[in-house]
Nanobody
Framework: QVQLVESGGGLVQPGESLSVTCAASISIFSIYRMGWYRQAPGKQRELVATIASDHSTNYLDSVKGRFTISRDNAKSTVSLQMNSLKPEDTAIYYC???????????WGQGTQVTVSS
């Protein structure tokens, strides 16, 4: 069973930065893609950023230029650096992992990010 442990998150003011990290319990060679999704109150969960095994990335339009996703292959971790945070970035951020084979989806417990003055 794959386990995902998230860290980071918290409360920041608009314009500030924050980072969240997710550590996977499996080898990086078993991971097809890792990423972050978020869900704000009353809204559907949405993709924020992903990074695949070939290091290709994908971002939600509203975070492009502000958020950066990266992965550490030695530690099987993925991090999301969030700069110039806005109140609309407030949400629970969930780590997502897709294994190489069989192709399965795993989710972290979620970590709260609140942007407020």
């Amino acid at each position: 069973q794959v386990q995902l442990v998230e860290s980071g998150g918290g409360l920041v003011q608009p314009g500030e930065s924050l980072s969240v990290t997710c550590a996977a319990s499996i080898s990086i060679f078993s991971i097809y893609r890792m990423g972050w999704y978020r869900q704000a109150p009353g809204k559907q969960r949405e993709l924020v950023a992903t990074i695949a095994s070939d290091h290709s990335t994908n971002y939600l339009d509203s975070v492009k230029g502000r958020f950066t996703i990266s992965r550490d292959n030695a530690k099987s971790t993925v991090s999301l650096q969030m700069n110039s945070l806005k109140p609309e970035d407030t949400a629970i951020y969930y780590c997502n992992l897709i294994t190489t084979w069989p192709r399965r989806d795993y989710w972290g417990q979620g970590t709260q990010v609140t942007v407020s003055s």
